[in-house]
C-alpha cells in the first residue's frame, strides 16, 4: 500500500472512531472542524486554484447557514423532509446568490475583485441585519436542530463526516479535472488563457458559483449543529477567517486549508478558554506563519519528509 | 490556394488620446505566406497586434480571417476560430509545467475546458508529448515552465499556440529578448513547423538577419501607417525604407 493510501485510511478509521473517544462537547468541536474545513477548502479553491482573492466567502458560508434555518423554521415542512432537502437547498440559494456577486464581481481583478465581494457581503450583511421578519435580525435564528436521532451529537457528526468527506471528494474531482487544470493556468497567466480558446470571465464565474455553493453547504452544517445563525456570520470580519485557515494549512495543498481550519478552530477552542487575549493569540500565530512558514503547515510537512 | 487571403486588415485605426498609434492600416495575407512586420520603434506593430487579436478594440477598419469578420471578437472567439498568437513578453503558464501548459491549450481545443469530473493528468498527453518533442522540449516535460531558459520557454510558447492548431499564427516578437544566433534558430523553428504544419504567419520582427532569413514577403511601418510592401528583394531596394527603418540600423 502506498503512503498517501496509508495516510487517507489512518485518517479515515480515526475520523470514524473519533466519537467513541470524544465528549459531547469536543464532539461539536469536531463538527465545526468539518465544517470548516469544507468552508476553507472551498475558499482555497478560489484562491490557491482560481487566484481569486475574495474578501466575502463569508457571504456564502452565511447564506447557506440562512438557508437552513429558514428551511428547518419557516419553510413549513415535516422536520424529517426539511432535514433531507437541506443539502441540495442550501447549496442551490448560495449557487443563486453567488452568481449575481460573481457576475459583478469577477469583471475585475486583483485587490477591484476584492473590493467588489467585499462590497456584496457588507449588503448582505445588511440584508441579514434589517430583514427582521425573516432573519431575526440582531437576535440572529436560534434553536435549530436536525430531526430524530440526528439531534444526538455523535449521530450529527457521521452525518456531516459523511457530507463533508462526499463534498470535498467533489472539489479534489473538479480541481484534477480539465476544468480545474484550466482554472490553474487562468490564475498563472490570464491573458495567456484566453488566446488558448477560453473564455476567462466564464470560467472564473463558474468557479465562483461552485465554491460559493459549498461554502453555503459549509455553513448549512455548521448551523444544524451549533444551533443557531447571527448577521455576524456575514460580516466582513469573518471572512478573514477561511482566509487564515487555507495559509494556516497552506494554500499550494488541496487539502492545507483542511488542516488550517482544524488546527484554528481546535487553538480557538483551547486558548479562548483560558484567555480573552484569543485574537492576539491568532495574530502571533499569523506573524510566525507568514515569516517562517509561507507555505503553511502542509509546506512544513512537506520539508520535514522530503 | 484559394483566392481568398487568409488574413485581410482594411483601413485599420486606433487613437490613444492625442496619439494616432494607426492611421488606417491595409494589409493582406495570403495562406502559406510567412509575412514580416518591420518598422521602427513607434511605428505600431505591437498595436496592430493588439488591435487585431481582440486586445483592444479598433476605433474603426475591418479585419477578416478566411472572409469572414472577425473585427473586435474577444481573443478566446479567434483562438476557438483558428488564429493563435504568441507575445512579445514571454507568456507561458509558469507554475505548471511544461507538459501541462500544453496540456492545457490541447483540452481548451478539444472544447474540453468545462470537463468537471474526468482527471485531466493523462488526457492529451500523449499528444502534448508530440508536440514538445516538435519544438525541441522533449526532454523534461515535468519540468515548470517557469523554471526553463528564455529560448525554451519561447518554444513552449509556440507549442501551446500550435496545440491549438491554428490556421493563422500570430507572432509578436519571436526572437525578442535573444542572442542573434539562438535567434536564427529560433525563427528557423517556427518557419520549419509552419511549413510541415501548412501554417500561415504573420511576426514582427527588429532582427533584418532574422526577416530576410524566413520571410516570404514584408510589410513596413511607419508612424501607425504601411510604407512598403513586398518581396524582401523588392522591401530592400525601396529607398524610403532604407530612409526611416534599414537606413537607421545599418
Known sequence: MSRPALLALGAGISALALPLALSDFWIFIAIEVLAFSLYAVSFNVLLGYGGMLSFGHAAFFGVGGYAAALLVKKAGLSAGLAFALLPIVAMAISAVVAAVVGFFSVRRSGIYFAMLTFAFQMLLYTVALKATGLTGGDDGMTGLKPPGMLAQPFVYYYFALAVVVAALYVLFRLVSSPFG????????????????????????????????????????????????????????????????MAVLGGVHTFLGPALGAAVYVVLEVLISGRTEYWPLAMGVIILVLVLLMPNGLTGLLQRKTA | MS???????????????????????????????????????????????????????????????????????????????????????????????????VQVSLLAHARRAWSLWQRARTLY?????????????????????????????????????????????????????????????????VHRVASELGLSCVFTEHDMAVVFAVATRITVMHQGRVLAEGTPAEVRARPEVQQVYLGETA
Open chain 1, 181 to 244: 487544470y484550466t482554472l490553474r493556468a487562468l490564475r498563472s497567466n490570464a491573458r495567456r488563457v484566453q488566446y488558448v480558446g477560453v473564455d476567462v470571465r466564464a470560467h472564473q464565474l463558474a468557479t465562483f458559483v461552485i465554491t460559493g455553493a459549498f461554502a453555503g453547504l459549509a455553513g448549512a452544517v455548521f448551523a444544524l449543529s451549533s444551533g443557531n445563525v447571527f448577521p455576524g456570520w456575514l460580516n466582513w470580519t469573518a471572512s478573514a477567517t477561511p482566509i487564515v
Open chain 2, 3 to 101: 483566392a481568398e487571403p487568409i488574413l485581410r486588415v482594411e483601413s485599420l485605426a486606433k487613437r490613444f488620446g492625442g496619439l494616432q498609434a494607426l492611421g488606417g492600416v491595409d494589409l493582406s495575407v495570403e495562406r502559406g505566406e510567412f509575412r514580416a512586420i518591420i518598422g521602427p520603434n513607434g511605428a505600431g506593430k505591437s498595436t496592430f497586434f493588439n488591435t487585431m487579436t481582440g486586445l483592444l478594440r479598433p476605433d474603426s477598419g475591418r479585419v477578416s480571417f478566411e472572409g469572414r469578420e472577425i473585427t473586435g471578437e474577444p481573443p478566446h472567439i479567434l483562438a476557438r476560430k483558428g488564429v493563435g498568437r504568441t507575445f512579445q513578453i514571454t507568456s507561458v503558464f509558469h507554475d505548471l509545467s511544461a507538459l501541462e501548459n
Open chain 2, 125 to 189: 498527453a500523449e499528444r502534448a508529448r508530440e508536440l514538445l518533442e516538435l519544438v525541441g522540449l522533449g526532454k523534461n516535460p515535468g519540468r515548470l515552465a517557469g523554471t526553463l531558459a528564455h529560448g525554451d520557454q519561447k518554444r513552449l510558447e509556440l507549442a501551446i499556440a500550435l496545440a491549438g492548431e491554428p490556421r493563422l499564427l500570430l507572432l509578436d516578437e519571436p526572437t525578442a529578448g535573444m542572442a542573434a544566433q539562438e535567434r536564427i534558430e529560433s525563427i528557423t523553428l
